[in-house]
């Protein structure tokens, strides 16, 4: 039996000795393709299983975690003042199991504890966050900064921040330029959220571009936060370099209507970039800023379309009737569809819909036009 | 004793809810989209003194669930809170020109929504 | 004739060790990849983009033709996706049944005078409706004349949309809820990094034109699945479940390779060819510039994003096609061979079809990694290795029947490509479960992992086969009466790559 299997592996080792290359390499990559396909099943097999494991244990560490809250923590009157703190140390107490000693049932905990805290505001909200600290669980948010991979740097860093737990400038500044944009990106929401003296200091440093997506969150986060002092933004929309920061600010300044921030936004209108024209000129609009009117229709002429429509938006959101004639023209003679549509709907913001001039309007404009103006007085559509 | 419906998909914030509700002794029932409130509310004949639903879930959002309820001749009188999430603004809007009775921002502030369910049940009394 | 056969084996030999070279790059590619994204996907937030005033705006199109059956419960799944600013735009292209009059009941439509703009022109549209309910505000209903193909029902769909971003799809697509969270956010995540000044000031305006010196993302796809054993309760998918029939049963384990490992290898090196007609989120601005849908083409969703790259690198514009790998699609893939084989001759005639089209760019310079790798690639390894793969079988019939074929070597060969496949296959479902775990149990993954067994022998053979017919049709130039029949449901149309 033995020999002759020895004597099989011998064949196959002759054969193999004196194949042409291709063989060699085939009869190579057969192994390869074998073990490798074995490997990928065992892994599926592996990563189910773990994962199936894991569920369920995550599963039961927050239906614990829950029962313990809303015995512990929910359970307080939300309209009575207790002393703040003494809820959260007897909840404490009960925490002090042994499936929250580990590292995973921690985080277990600190994730559940962050889901409940961006739930719920006022004093329980202050409870969980008094909770996470007794539990020292802010240790072990520390611990994963220090770590080297970005991924658990972040998610330290989201956790901090949403518990609020001040970190040093020198820890997070640094990241805030950080080459990893994910990192970057957590590192300026934790400076904004727990910077106590200038949280906007970022904006002065910031020298890579501020992505659209994270614009979203930290937006969220500086009209949430309720102790941030909001500076001027004018400073930046006039100095920075940083285009995607200009524009940024040019969203806040509309959220906050800013007017301090508006000759700043007027100056903007000179700049060569188009797009930062329209942004600028979009924030004009939003912000009813009657002033800018006759500068918006003298420029008009000679801008570039997207700067065209947003002319047309803005005078329409202002609407001081002003420049009614002006929008008419623009509706009548423009040959661009999309100036048509846009002018049209100006007026029909600006007028009432049974006012003289739409009606004169609409007796008097092509099918097209007509059409146009419809559509735009229609309640039931919105653009 | 008030029966309220909780319509919310998120676990974490259905439990806090419910919670809050039940401290101040409401009855409570709790369903996770629009498909199975629909049912309860048919089931119960809309056996509720008042609607907390959040806006968007599977199967039929809360402004759904809102304009059905609305259209029912039992319904038209129910008062309905919205729950939103911060910055939706547009969606406040949307919902109380739809007949919300009242709008809640995530994160919730438990004395708030105690404070707007009262009022929204002592104004159904009187 | 020793000489021919030196050459026909040599060139035959260098073929196949590209194609095996580029799938096992793919593979390295996608790898790295899936662990980018799950690793960020992990970190990301995407509720704070559910309430925020800065979402960009997103359309969603889809094309319905008679499907009264489930029309209302897909359009309420559209209704119900989880975004803030967005709009469902329902195409009805000529429905014969009640389709139409379905939707009106159900959403209290009226009809309303829009300010239809035909920047792509299609058959023409009889009527829009929108709902009184404000709860159903972000419905519009178009009513246009059949115009017997997917393409002229998105185009119609794209002329009405208001914002900037359409999503396409089909009406008996199943779309996972946080769909357009997760495929808005690539577009939002390119850095427009310098702003260059060009030139001199412009005589028209007076100001010096600039342009962004970064990459635009133009469009962005997702994995696509079969519905077609999963559990729907109202079009939303309760258990995702792998077909239990063996055809549409390999389709799944091919789609899941083609996407997983095949787009998004491709993606981490931005060379994706195409964006699957099942879903597809673009740039709607740069989507009507190169012409929106092309109605004639029997590959509509390879055909535009070819012309969007080309329109892009024909303006000096940086662009990014982009995947993730998180499958936020199920479709129903053809159950039976009839339409299956429709299907497939029909993809492989589109094949035929873009290869002849843009015949120009491939291997042009000045088109980049258009030119250079994705249309040289489709050109290679997916238009050509039907051809290859039957000329070779007749050669290894040829040398059985003159009796000089060396059977060890040639048995080991065929060991090594079978086994080669089945490795390739195993791989991307293996990268499939790294994102998320899909299926209950591990049975059923198993399962489908063993179908790469069989998928050589039975499925593989048919895939040959269909294209080829493609091809010839394609070349005779046969008219297809398939009209609409075929687009229903199998609309979706994507390159699958054969090992």
């Known amino acids: ?383 | 004793m008030s029966k309220i419906l909780l319509i919310e998909d998120d676990e974490v914030m259905s439990t806090i809810v419910k919670r809050i509700l039940q401290k101040a002794e409401y009855q409570v029932d709790h369903v996770r989209n629009g498909k199975e409130a629909f049912e309860i509310l048919e089931h119960t004949g809309y056996g509720y003194d008042l609607i907390i639903t959040d806006i968007m879930m599977p199967y039929a959002n809360g402004f759904e669930i809102l304009s059905k309820v609305r259209n029912i001749p039992d319904g038209r009188q129910l008062p309905v809170i919205l729950l939103s999430n911060a910055g939706m603004d547009d969606m406040i809007q949307e919902g109380l020109k739809l007949g919300a009775d009242d709008f809640l921002k995530k994160p919730v502030l438990p004395a708030e929504l105690l404070m707007r369910i009262r009022r929204l049940l002592n104004k159904e009394v009187s | 004739m020793e000489l021919f056969r030196n050459i026909y084996e040599g060139s035959i030999f260098f073929y196949g060790l590209a194609m095996l070279i580029m799938y096992a790059l793919l593979a390295l590619l996608s790898f790295r990849g899936v662990i980018r994204f799950k690793r960020k996907d992990e970190n990301t937030d995407y509720t704070c983009m559910l309430n925020s005033v800065l979402a960009p705006g997103i359309s969603v199109i889809a094309p319905a033709f008679n499907e009264g059956v489930t029309i209302i419960s897909n359009v309420r799944s559209l209704l119900t996706l989880n975004y803030s600013r967005f709009e469902v735009i329902i195409v009805n292209d000529g429905s014969t049944d009640d389709t139409l009059d379905k939707l009106i009941r159900e959403f209290e439509l009226r009809e309303i005078d829009f300010a239809y703009n035909e920047r792509i022109k299609t058959q023409p549209v009889k009527r829009l409706f929108k709902s009184v309910n404000v709860a159903y505000d972000k419905l519009l209903v178009i009513d246009k004349v059949n115009g017997k193909s997917k393409a002229d029902a998105s185009n119609a769909g794209i002329n009405a949309a208001s914002y900037d971003y359409f999503l396409c799809t089909d009406v008996d697509c199943i779309i996972e809820k946080d769909t357009l969270l997760r495929l808005i956010k690539p577009f939002m995540e390119e850095e427009y990094k310098k702003v260059q000044q060009i030139g001199e000031p412009c005589p028209e305006c007076g100001y010096v034109h600039i342009v962004e010196e970064g990459v635009r993302v133009i469009a962005a796809g997702a994995t696509l699945r079969l519905a077609n054993d999963c559990e729907i309760d109202q079009g939303v998918i309760v258990r995702v479940r792998p077909p239990r029939k063996l055809l549409p049963r390999f389709q799944e384990m091919e789609y899941i390779r083609a996407y997983v490992l095949g787009k998004m290898g491709w993606s981490m090196i931005n060379c994706v060819p195409n964006v699957s007609g099942g879903l597809g989120l673009f740039d709607k601005e740069i989507a009507i510039k190169a012409g929106g849908y092309d109605h004639k083409s029997f590959a509509e969703d390879m055909d535009i994003v070819t012309r969007m790259c080309q329109y892009m690198i024909d303006n000096k514009l940086r662009y990014a096609v982009r995947y993730i790998p998180t499958t936020q699609c199920w479709t129903e893939g053809p159950p039976t061979m009839k339409v299956f084989s429709r299907q497939r001759t029909r993809w492989g005639r589109g094949m035929a079809e873009i290869i002849t089209i843009h015949r120009k760019m491939i291997f042009n310079p000045r088109y980049k990694r258009m030119g250079l790798v994705v249309l040289p690639c489709s050109l290679l390894f997916e238009f050509l290795a039907p051809i290859i793969e039957f000329t070779g079988l007749l050669y290894y019939i040829y040398l059985i029947a003159t009796n000089s074929i060396n059977w060890d070597y040639a048995l080991i060969l065929l060991a090594f490509v079978y086994l080669y496949s089945v490795m390739i296959t195993t791989l991307a479902i293996c990268w499939d479960q790294l994102t998320l775990r899909y299926y209950k149990t591990w049975r059923e993954v198993i399962g489908l992992a063993l179908m790469a067994f069989l998928e050589p022998i039975l499925y593989h053979p048919l895939i040959v086969f269909f294209a080829l017919r493609g091809y010839w049709f394609f070349i005779t130039g046969k008219k297809s009466n398939w009209g609409n029949m075929q687009r229903q449901g199998f609309g979706q149309r994507r390159t699958v790559q054969t090992a």
């Open chain 1, 1 to 383: 039996m033995n020999f002759s299997l020895l004597d099989f592996l011998e064949s196959i080792f002759f054969e193999f000795r004196y194949a042409p290359l291709i063989i060699q390499v085939a009869i190579l990559f057969v192994f390869v393709a074998i073990s490798l396909t074995l490997v990928a099943y065992f892994s599926i097999l592996r990563r189910r299983f773990r994962g199936f494991r894991r569920d369920k244990n995550v599963a039961r560490l927050n239906e614990l975690i829950d029962e313990l809250l809303i015995d512990n923590v929910l359970s307080q009157d939300p309209e009575s003042v207790e002393t703040p703190g003494q809820t959260a140390e007897t909840a404490a107490q009960a925490f002090h199991l042994p499936q929250f000693s580990k590292r995973r049932g921690r985080q277990v905990l600190i994730d559940r504890l962050l889901n409940y805290r961006n739930n719920v505001r006022g004093a329980m909200g202050d409870e969980i966050r008094t909770l996470y600290l007794l539990l020292e669980l802010d240790k072990d948010s520390f611990k994963k900064l220090k770590s080297r991979k970005w991924n658990r740097k972040v998610r330290a860093l989201n956790e901090l921040s949403n518990m609020e737990i001040g970190v040093a400038d020198v820890i997070i500044l640094p990241l805030t330029n950080s080459r990893n944009r994910e990192l970057r990106a957590a590192a300026r929401h934790a400076y904004i959220k727990l910077s106590k003296n200038e949280p906007f200091k970022f904006f002065d440093l910031a020298t890579e571009p501020l992505l659209l997506w994270d614009q979203v969150e930290l937006f969220r986060i500086i009209t949430t936060t309720n102790h941030i002092a909001i500076p001027n933004f004018a400073q930046w929309i006039t100095y920075s370099n940083n285009k995607s920061v200009i524009s940024f600010c040019l969203k806040l300044v509309v959220h906050y209507h800013q007017l301090k921030a508006i000759p700043a936004v007027l100056k903007l209108l000179d700049t060569k970039d188009h797009l930062l024209r329209a942004e600028a000129i979009n924030c004009l609009g939003k912000m009813k800023i009657a002033d800018a009117e006759d500068k918006l229709a003298y420029i008009y002429n000679n801008q570039p379309l997207n700067c065209q429509i947003e002319i047309l938006k803005a005078l329409g959101r202002i609407g001081s009737g002003k420049h009614t004639e002006f929008l008419k023209q623009e509706f009548q003679l423009s040959t661009d569809f999309e100036l048509r549509k846009h002018a049209a709907k100006s007026l029909t913001n600006s007028e009432p819909p049974g006012s003289e001039l739409i009606t004169e309007l609409l007796e008097t404009s092509s099918a097209e036009n007509k059409l146009i103006l419809k559509h735009c007085m229609n309640p039931l559509i919105k653009f």
